[in-house]
């Protein structure tokens, strides 16, 4: 999967502490950030100058800077930056003044789902532009290098629009005897058409500006300018200049009989082993499809086709057999396609369907219905009677895959695991079947995680926090595993689900209850053992916590101080009140409390006047591949500056690699955690 792009932030707030849990709040929900804050109309200038944003969040009621001066200031970049007023509440008068004033949106700071909606909304909204001025940019070079060719080229074509010239080239003006396009420019196409063939091209007309589709090819007797005239083929094809919508008419003159004509038609189009269309006819008839969804057409669907065992059946009826096996495969699908339905060889021995008024159901059938006769034909091939089977793979075609690399891709996939799974069955992908499929998988991990919570399913991992600085006693950081089906699972595949059905403060209490019962059986231990453990932000909530932790201890005659709590300062930030009322509880009962991935906001010191943190755990961006990002180093350095003043134990997590040793040393770090160190294990074995 490939990582979330970041998105350049700029929040125009007055207080740095409502920035923080803006961005505390996009940063939840997955959007990644690099943000910047400005208070004043000086400040934003100067930001813009060094810092070009994706987007730009403004209080209107900052009173550093009007809101109309925020939208002068980005005007004048003449850069596409969203921007969104960030507010408590919504009224008429507050929408009208911020839509009139060029905002784009408006976010509430309180809501923070709609937050993140309308953030993501206006992301998207600003890569289609930047998509679209990239396409532009793509098409206006295309349309001048088809201007060129079409200038060169020795096929006399036209472009017409309602019936009127409105391009022509050299050999086309050549062609009727004409010296300029200005003696064409503004000629009805009708005019350069003999009396015996205008009727018919004037009906061809009509019909044509009633939306039909044009002809192929259409035979007639053409006129020159000088009144002579000679038989001619027009081939028709839709197009576009300069915008409009037209047709692009070539007119070939008629040397050779009909029948050849349409024989050297048929070469063009159809494969000459199998005669189904071939590679590039049949690219065109899926573009054409995909544009039809585009439009508004549904019940189309592409089916892709391979022999199984291609290899072995090769070997079995030779080279020259094989031509026999494809032509016989080629016969089945003629047989079974419908009239309205297109079939065509893409590769050695892919082929491809496609059907057209479809539904979903039909299509199954359909497509074993193909299946099938291919399983019961005898193929007589290379001298040998053989029989076969087929894996076919295929995907229906709507709004959401109408673009034919994604359709070619989704039905090549489908083939494959029809492939995999054993071959001589049908596979086709339903875009709309996701959102169900989706559904179906969150319902068992939920479950997996209900039945864990039940029968003790989850497995604690024990890894080694070793103190730099030379303190006494062991420390381990508390992971948490799933027992699965097929194996142990990370935290990353079942937490989302477990946040969404409110099932995290059951899965700490589990975490923390089971922490406690390692630490009680290692009484005896030499060293005193002190565990951190991770909780979410919807335990920081739950006032009942901290006394349930309190009682479990005492139960088991574990001090407090052996346990340090801990959680993400953007989680933190996301519920300040409560997250401070469970830290001071749980600090008076003699606990400790640990701020993970630290330094990851505006001013993270500035949280610790709301939060006595013990432990400072640095956002493992700043501190990875430390010896390879200077600017990471002064960083890391700053920050353990400022804990020590602040009299903070710093911890840095993910130590990969041994260069990066000598740096926390000297840097002041206190513990390091990380592979390089010691791997988690599922027993406490600490770092000799």
């Known amino acids: 999967m490939l990582p979330e792009p970041i998105t350049k932030l700029i929040l125009v707030e007055d207080e740095a502490e409502d920035a923080e849990q803006v961005i505390s709040i996009l940063r939840n929900g997955g959007i990644a950030l690099r943000p910047q804050r400005v208070t004043s109309e000086e400040g ?51 929408v009208a003044e911020i839509m009139t004033q060029g905002g784009r949106g408006i976010a509430l ?13 206006e992301l998207d909204a600003l890569a289609m532009r930047r998509s679209v001025r990239r396409l532009e940019a793509a098409l206006r070079e295309s349309e001048r290098r088809c201007d ?56 061809l007309l009509k019909r044509l500006s009633r939306g039909e589709k044009p002809p192929p090819r259409l035979d007639l007797t053409a006129q020159r300018a000088d009144g002579s005239t000679f038989d001619a083929v027009m081939e028709f094809s839709p197009a576009s200049y300069e915008g409009e919508p037209c047709l692009q008419v070539v007119f070939r003159r008629q040397e050779i009989d009909p029948e050849l004509a349409a024989q050297l038609d048929r070469l063009k189009t159809r494969d000459p082993l199998t005669g189904l269309y071939n590679r590039a006819h049949f690219l065109t008839l899926i573009d054409e499809a995909v544009a039809a969804t585009v439009n508004g057409a549904r019940d189309q669907a592409l089916l892709l086709l391979e022999p199984d065992n291609y290899r072995n059946v090769n070997e079995t009826v030779g080279i020259a057999g094989m031509d026999d096996v494809l032509r016989a495969l080629a016969g089945i699908i003629s047989h079974h396609l419908r009239p309205q339905d297109s079939a065509g060889r893409l590769g050695d021995h892919t082929f491809g369907v496609l059907l057209s008024a479809c539904p979903h159901d039909e299509v199954l059938k359909l497509a074993e219905a193909l299946r099938a006769g291919v399983e019961a034909s005898i193929i007589e091939a290379g001298g040998h009677s053989t029989s076969l089977t087929v894996s076919i793979g295929g995907s229906l075609l709507g709004e959401k895959n109408a673009n034919t690399q994604t359709l070619l891709a989704l039905a090549s996939h489908a083939l494959r695991s029809a492939a995999s799974q054993g071959g001589n069955r ?263």
């Open 148 to 203: 060129s060719l079409l200038d060169s080229s020795r096929d006399p074509i036209a472009y017409i629009h309602e019936g009127t010239h409105v391009r022509a080239n050299r050999a086309y003006l050549e062609m009727f005897g004409f010296g300029e396009f200005e003696e064409v420019e503004g000629l009805t196409v009708l005019d350069l058409i003999a009396p015996a063939h205008t009727a018919d091209f004037k009906d």
């Open 426 to 688: 049908v596979d086709v992908h339903d875009p709309a079947a996701s959102e169900k499929a989706e559904a179906a998988k969150e319902r068992q991990w939920l479950e997996l995680i209900d039945n864990a919570l039940r029968d003790d399913g989850f497995i604690l991992y024990y890894q080694p926090v070793v103190s730099l600085q030379g303190d006494e006693g062991e420390f381990y950081e508390v992971l948490l595993r799933l027992d699965g089906p097929s194996g142990e699972v990370m935290p990353g595949f079942f937490f989302p689900v477990a946040e969404r059905h409110g099932r995290l403060v059951a899965i700490d209490r589990w975490v923390i209850e089971h922490a406690i019962a390692a630490l009680r059986d290692r009484r005896n231990h030499a060293a005193t053992t002190t565990l951190f453990v991770k909780l979410s932000a919807d335990t920081l909530q739950d006032e009942s916590v901290v006394e349930w932790v309190v009682e479990r201890l005492g139960a088991a005659g574990v001090p407090a101080s052996q346990l340090v709590l801990e959680a993400p300062e953007s989680k933190v930030v996301t519920c300040l009140k409560p997250a401070r009322d469970f830290v001071e509880r749980w600090r008076c009962a003699g606990g400790a409390f640990a701020l993970e991935q630290f330094g990851s906001g505006l001013n993270s010191f500035q949280l610790l006047k709301h939060i006595e943190a013990d432990y400072l755990k640095l956002d493992r961006n700043l501190t990875a591949d430390l010896s390879r990002h200077a600017e990471n180093e002064l960083k890391v350095r700053e920050l353990c500056s400022q804990a020590r003043a602040a009299g903070k134990t710093t911890v840095v997590e993910w130590v990969e690699e041994a260069a990066s040793m000598p740096i926390l040393f000297s840097a002041g770090v206190c513990m390091a955690q990380g592979n390089f160190l010691r791997a988690p294990e599922r027993e406490m074995a600490y770092v000799a």
């Open 44 to 94: 934003l200038a100067a930001t813009l100058e060094s810092f070009t944003p994706d987007l730009v969040l403004a209080n209107p009621a900052c009173k550093g800077i009007a809101f109309a001066g925020i939208v002068r200031a980005l005007e004048a970049t003449g850069k596409d930056i969203a921007l969104l007023a960030l507010t408590d509440h919504i009224d008429d008068d507050l």
């Open 109 to 121: 700071r309180n809501r923070q789902d709609q937050l993140q909606a309308v953030v993501r909304r």
